[in-house]
């Protein structure tokens, strides 16, 4: 059974930060593109950053020098560290894991609540 589990999500002020976690279990962790997304109210659900197995990074360009995807394959685990929010970054962020070469093989969590206010 897959399970993504997010955690770290919350309430921040503009120009805090927040860092967020997914641990996976159930999949061969080391070899899938991980990736968190983003659905604000009202809008659909939009990539945010993903991380191959290599280590190669992409993000969309609207948190390119704010936000840094990780991956640490001995513990399962993907990290969305988020720097210098906006209350336009107000969310609820899904990890998303990706299987390289079987696309039915795609599983998300459950999502957490990401919102920046004062």
């Known amino acids: 059974q897959v399970q993504l589990v997010e955690s770290g999500g919350g309430l921040v002020q503009p120009g805090g930060s927040l860092r967020l976690s997914c641990a996976a279990s159930?999949?061969?962790?080391?070899?899938?593109?991980m990736g968190w997304y983003r659905q604000a109210p009202g809008k659909e659900r939009e990539l945010v950053a993903t991380?191959?197995?290599?280590?190669?990074?992409y993000y969309v360009d609207s948190v390119k020098g704010r936000f840094t995807i990780s991956r640490d394959n001995a513990k399962n685990t993907v990290y969305l560290q988020m720097n210098s929010l906006r209350p336009e970054d107000t969310a609820v962020y899904y990890c998303n894991a990706a299987h390289p070469y079987y696309p039915s093989r795609n599983y998300w969590g459950q999502g957490t609540q990401v919102t920046v206010s004062s």
């Open positions: 991380i191959t197995s290599g280590g190669s990074t």
């Open positions: 159930g999949i061969i962790f080391s070899i899938n593109v």
